[in-house]
């Protein structure tokens, strides 16, 4: 699911006015952070919206997928216990 910039305006402008209205200062500090978290993913999604980003493939070429299973069997995060196989 991809977000609108308007809705992620919308919730930084939320997390700005938390961090002005909020007493406790680790509460404005966190909201400080989501302002500006949701001011990253704004600015994605405008790029989004005007055309500037591609969107991502949904299928991998017969070769891609290759080398997917190849990464995947190389990699264990449990390298004591071995492999799992498929």
Same mark, same amino acid.
């Given at each position: 699911?991809?977000?609108?910039?308007?809705?992620?305006? !919308?919730?930084? =402008?939320?997390?700005?006015?938390? /961090?002005?209205? +909020?007493?406790? $200062? %680790?509460?404005?500090?966190?909201?400080?952070? !989501?302002?500006? =978290?949701?001011?990253?993913?704004? /600015?994605?999604? +405008?790029?989004? $919206? %005007?055309?500037?980003?591609?969107?991502?493939?949904?299928?991998?070429?017969?070769?891609?997928?290759?080398?997917?299973?190849?990464?995947?069997?190389?990699?264990?995060?449990?390298?004591?216990?071995?492999?799992?196989?498929?």
């Amino acid at each position: 699911m991809t977000l609108s910039a308007s809705f992620c305006r !919308a919730q930084e =402008a939320l997390q700005l006015q938390r /961090a002005i209205s +909020e007493p406790l $200062e %680790n509460v404005r500090k966190i909201a400080r952070a !989501a302002a500006k =978290a949701w001011n990253t993913e704004a /600015a994605w999604a +405008e790029s989004r $919206e %005007n055309g500037h980003v591609t969107p991502p493939r949904l299928r991998l070429s017969p070769q891609e997928q290759e080398e997917d299973r190849q990464e995947d069997h190389s990699f264990s995060e449990n390298p004591d216990r071995g492999l799992v196989n498929r």
